[in-house]
């Protein structure tokens, strides 16, 4: 059973940074396309990052430049580098992976969710 673990999360001040990490089992990791979304309580889920197989990134416009995703296949596991963090930040974040089949794909698994807090 394909499984994602996230770790990593905590309470930081603004300005500070933050690494989570997602550990993926029972798959063959470095096939799927990963990424990372947030939920803030009250809105929907929302996409932050993605990254593809051989490293192509996709970022949200509201994280574009103060975060990173990054995939070590070696660990199965990808992260994400939270940087210049503001309260608004403030969000559950989970990660995902999915297995692209010619030129899409879909967000298959998820992990059950991380809690970040930027708070003062």
């Known amino acids: 059973q394909v499984q994602l673990v996230e770790s990593g999360g905590g309470l930081v001040q603004p300005g500070g940074s933050l690494r989570l990490s997602c550990v993926a089992s029972?798959?063959?990791?470095?096939?799927?396309?990963l990424g990372w979304y947030r939920q803030a309580p009250g809105n929907e889920r929302e996409f932050v990052a993605r990254i593809r197989r051989f490293g192509t990134t996709n970022y949200a416009d509201s994280v574009k430049g103060r975060f990173t995703i990054s995939r070590d296949n070696a660990k199965n596991t990808v992260y994400l580098h939270l940087n210049s963090l503001k309260p608004e930040d403030t969000a559950v974040y989970y990660c995902?992976?999915?297995?692209?089949?010619?030129?899409?794909?879909?967000?298959?698994?998820w992990g059950q969710g991380n809690q970040v807090t930027v708070s003062s």
């Open positions: 995902t992976a999915g297995r692209p089949t010619g030129s899409t794909w879909a967000w298959d698994y």
């Open positions: 029972g798959m063959i990791f470095s096939n799927y396309v």
